[in-house]
């Protein structure tokens, strides 16, 4: 079921989005009256795997802000669920952040796409072009598309590498609106938006 609420609007329009976060937040929200983003918090997260998937990140930021302004001090966006029946529940350690926000002020992608996007390999348009790309890569001599940016073609290969980053723009394009592939994100948390915060054990509503 879609979520009609959490459709992209007009100007004006508050849009209600989930966010699970670390429960240390409250303290930065106390303090500042808002929470925002550290590239730092994305590496902490992923562990030794952060080298993997920073380069994926960071792109999704520069990209990101070039469709909705980013704060001068902020360096990685907040991830938000567009509906409570598909957000993380609050677990030991993590509240979770009931917000309205305004419309304008969110990213919104498809998850789904956000895989080929963290494994940086192409992201097709549909299947047609999925299978116009498998063949490519036979005519070229290549027999592993994971291997462009990483591996054995890593350098090798600059125009594949340019074709695959600007696949990755796909990302941004919602074929098909539902609570369960698309994803709305924000540069900070603010004071003003937060309506409920739920710790664990509790209801989201």
Known sequence: MVDQDAKKGSGGEMVRLYTRQNDKTLYQLERDGRIINQRVYVELH????APLFM????WFTEEAARRVEKPAD???PIWCSISRENC???IEGTVVYVLEVPAEKIIYFDEGKWDYVLNRIYLPKDETDRQEYKQHLKDIGVVNGFEFFQGRYAGKYPQE????KE???RVFEI???TIFNVCGNIWE???EWVKQIVHPGEAVV
């Open 46 to 49: 992923f562990g030794d795997i």
């Open 55 to 58: 380069e994926s990140y960071d």
């Open 74 to 76: 902020v360096h990685a």
């Open 88 to 90: 993380l529940k609050p």
């Open 161 to 164: 590498e340019a074709r695959i």
């Open 167 to 169: 696949s990755w723009l």
């Open 175 to 177: 074929d098909n609106w």
């Open 189 to 191: 948390i603010r004071k």
